[in-house]
Each structure stands twice: as C-alpha cells, then as structure tokens.
C-alpha cells in the first residue's frame, strides 16, 4: 500500500485542483451548461484516449524497449562465446559421438536461406547432447574456466541476462562446474566416482551451452550476416575448421 501512496496523493492533488478550475471558471462566467457540456464531452473521449495511450502508444514504446534489450542481450551473448563459450563447446563436443551429423549438417550453412537455417537450429537445439571425457580433458577444462571466471561474475551481475532464462541458467552451469573443478587438486588421480560426478557437470553444460550457439547463430544469419560467417567458419563442432576463407 505504501508503494502506492505517492500516486494516490497525485491522482487526489489532481482531482482537488480540477475541481477548483472549474469553480474558479463558474465564479467569473456563471455558466454551469458550458461547464457540463465540456465535461461530459471529455469523458465521452476519454475512453478513446486510453485506447490510443494504452493499446497503441504504450505497445509501440513496449516492443521499441524490447528490440532494444533483445539487442543489448545478444551482445551479451555474443561477448561470451568469443572470449570462451566458443571454445568451451570445441572442447565438449569433441567428446560427443555424434557430433560428425552437426559438422555435416553445417557444411556451407552460409548458402542456405535463413528458413533452411532456422530449421537446422531447431532440430539441433531439441537433440540429446551427450560428451565422454577423459582424465585429462577436465584438468583442460579446469584451467579454461578458470580464465573466464571474471567473465561469468560480469555477466551474472547484469540484470539484462535476467530476461533470458535458458542463458542464466547455462551461466549458472558453467559457473557450477568451474567451482567443483577449482576445488580438485589432482584431477587426474580422482576415483571413479568423482569423475562420474564431474561428467554430470559436465554434460549440463553441454547440453546447456549447445542450444544457446545454436540460437545466436540464428541471430547472427539474420541480423548479422559477417559474424555469421566467421562463426560457422570457426564452427565449433568441426575440429579441423579454420577462419581462412577456402572459396
């Protein structure tokens, strides 16, 4: 109720001071009938007016705002996959044994329409990802979370990422998994065990991680056709991809 007490006092102030306008307008005139007509002939608009503010206006502003904040968010986004996401799904994904069905299924993705992409991206993001690790690779992956730590804390301390539920909750997955492996001394030497735990970790960032590339890649083909073409000559899920332009 508090909350509100400030808009309930303007909304009081207003009507005190109408009111005495309209006094102050029949002491000099003496005509109630002009005062009347006037007034009822605003109230008859007035249902309109709040059509035009409220429906119209307002939702214009509203998908202007969102345009923006979308925009704002793939930046984000965008920030993240080229300081470590991109590298961090090379490393996943070469553990996965399908991933020779994405490499193919990407081959010369910059030709197809962005119908054609959409439909890849869609049929990608819904698949069941799964990884095998080694002992080595996460005393590997140990040491590149651990260069993007500062990077996870700037991007969780955003509050544009809040409106972005599935990227939050990737953040909060990597950020997971970089602290259970911050806190193994000697990866290589763990019990079976704990190894099974870590590739839980990290198979929910995989499975986390992937679909979002896959969605920025949508973004990036229908806004951005350079960046496009850099990250799908870069392709993550291809081990021999490279930036060099070969046609």
Same mark, same amino acid.
């Given at each position: 109720?508090? !909350?509100?007490?400030?808009?309930?006092?303007? !909304? &009081?102030?207003?009507?005190?001071?109408?009111?005495?306008?309209?006094?102050?307008?029949?002491? $000099?005139?003496?005509? @109630?009938?002009?005062?009347?007509?006037?007034?009822?002939?605003?109230?008859?608009?007035?249902?309109?007016?709040?059509?035009?503010?409220?429906?119209?206006?307002?939702?214009?502003?509203?998908?202007?705002?969102?345009?923006? /904040?979308?925009?704002?968010?793939?930046?984000?986004?965008? #920030?993240?996959? @080229?300081?470590?996401?991109?590298?961090?799904?090379?490393?996943? *994904?070469?553990?996965? =044994?399908?991933?020779?069905?994405? /490499? #193919?299924?990407? &081959?010369? &993705?910059?030709?197809?329409?962005?119908?054609?992409? /959409?439909?890849?991206?869609? /049929?990608?993001?819904?698949?069941?990802?799964?990884?095998?690790?080694?002992?080595?690779? =996460?005393?590997?992956?140990? #040491?590149?979370?651990?260069?993007?730590? !500062?990077?996870?804390?700037?991007?969780?301390?955003? +509050?544009?990422?809040?409106?972005?539920? *599935?990227?939050?909750?990737?953040?909060?997955?990597? &950020?997971?998994?970089?602290?259970?492996?911050?806190?193994?001394?000697?990866?290589?030497?763990?019990?079976?065990?704990?190894?099974?735990?870590?590739? !839980?970790?990290?198979?929910?960032?995989?499975?986390?991680?992937? +679909?979002?590339?896959?969605?920025?890649?949508?973004? $990036?083909?229908?806004?951005? +056709?350079?960046?496009? @073409?850099?990250?799908?000559?870069?392709? +993550?899920?291809? @081990?021999?991809?490279?930036?060099?332009?070969?046609?």
């Amino acid at each position: 109720m508090h !909350g509100y007490r400030w808009q309930l006092i303007t !909304g &009081a102030a207003l009507l005190t001071l109408s009111a005495f306008m309209y006094l102050v307008h029949y002491a $000099l005139f003496r005509d @109630s009938h002009h005062i009347f007509s006037y007034l009822i002939t605003d109230l008859a608009f007035l249902p309109v007016e709040v059509f035009l503010v409220t429906m119209v206006i307002h939702q214009l502003f509203s998908r202007m705002e969102a345009k923006a /904040r979308l925009e704002k968010l793939n930046m984000l986004i965008g #920030v993240f996959f @080229s300081e470590i996401g991109a590298s961090l799904l090379a490393r996943l *994904s070469a553990g996965d =044994p399908d991933a020779q069905k994405v /490499r #193919v299924e990407l &081959a010369g &993705a910059h030709h197809k329409t962005d119908a054609e992409f /959409r439909n890849i991206c869609k /049929r990608f993001s819904t698949r069941e990802y799964a990884t095998e690790m080694n002992r080595e690779e =996460p005393e590997e992956l140990k #040491v590149l979370l651990a260069s993007g730590r !500062g990077l996870f804390v700037q991007l969780m301390e955003n +509050p544009t990422l809040l409106e972005h539920e *599935s990227f939050t909750d990737l953040l909060m997955a990597v &950020a997971h998994l970089s602290e259970e492996l911050s806190h193994r001394v000697n990866i290589k030497e763990l019990p079976e065990a704990d190894l099974k735990h870590l590739n !839980g970790d990290i198979k929910r960032v995989y499975c986390a991680l992937a +679909p979002e590339w896959f969605s920025y890649m949508k973004h $990036l083909k229908s806004s951005y +056709p350079f960046l496009f @073409s850099l990250a799908i000559r870069t392709n +993550p899920f291809d @081990s021999n991809a490279s930036a060099v332009v070969k046609e």
